[in-house]
């Protein structure tokens, strides 16, 4: 059996999956049943889950010896319906699996990070001291309503007492970043990709939310993990994606 796996997106119900089924375009991320046994092609698609940053993405590993990963796009619901149904191997998530869904899965926390803003060199300098309280009023780049990021950062600011001006919402992460590289206002990314960030979009660190945490799961019908190539990608990112810089 092929591995599959799928990226949720829980903000706007939009996901990307693996799948082990050759199946035309549908929304998933799915393992090409006719790739042969040589090296592996991943294709994607469709655009980058808002959920779940490309960088993070990219920097997941996915040990498909015999075939492909196939990027698309779904709800939810759906794939977490085609994983009790076991088309699915497992689901990649910045929220967890709760009580609410009428589905037997269960969480595996993969790991936890802080989460840093960004901005162009000279809009970074301008905002950087005094921080926090000298963003109330900047300009900022934010991901769109309902997402669990975009709650938690509006929580922080409340807390904080400072409102940034809005001047976008984004549902795709890469293209707010895009925006950001061009000075049109501050944005957030995971600590955890931080320097990937910095170096890719020519932007330095304006600061960091410290109660801004973002979790991440992997989502399974299994209670304790038996796919090789779900474990290994597990571990991957316990053990490389998400650990402490004191542990490196």
Not at 29 to 58: D, E, I, Y
Not at 190 to 215: F, K, L, M, N
């Amino acid at each position: 059996m092929r591995p599959s796996c799928a990226f949720i997106s829980p903000p706007l119900r939009t996901d990307y999956s693996a799948e082990a089924k050759n199946e035309p375009y549908q929304g998933f991320f799915r393992s090409n049943a006719r790739s042969q046994a040589t090296r592996p092609a991943v294709r994607s698609l469709n655009k980058p889950p808002p959920g779940c940053s490309t960088g993070l993405r990219r920097r997941f590993r996915f040990p498909c010896e015999t075939s492909g990963l196939v990027c698309q796009e779904a709800s939810p619901e759906r794939l977490l319906t085609r994983l009790t149904e076991h088309q699915l191997d497992v689901v990649l998530s910045d929220a967890p699996v709760t009580s609410l869904v009428r589905v037997k899965a269960f969480n595996h926390l993969l790991g936890t990070c802080g989460v840093t803003l960004f901005a162009a060199p000279a809009l970074a300098a301008r905002y950087r001291k005094g921080f926090p309280r000298s963003i109330d009023g900047a300009p900022m780049l934010l991901p769109v309503e309902g997402c669990t990021l975009r709650r938690s950062l509006d929580q922080w600011f409340d807390s904080q007492g400072v409102h940034p001006r809005l001047i976008g919402e984004f549902q795709d992460s890469a293209l707010m970043k895009t925006f950001g590289q061009a000075g049109v206002g501050i944005f957030a990314a995971p600590s955890a990709i931080a320097q990937e960030v910095e170096e890719h979009y020519r932007v330095t660190v304006v600061g960091s939310p410290d109660t801004v945490v973002e979790h991440f799961y992997a989502i399974s019908v299994e209670r304790k993990l038996r796919n090789p190539a779900v474990v290994a990608i597990c571990e991957a990112a316990r053990e490389k994606l998400f650990v402490q810089p004191e542990q490196r």
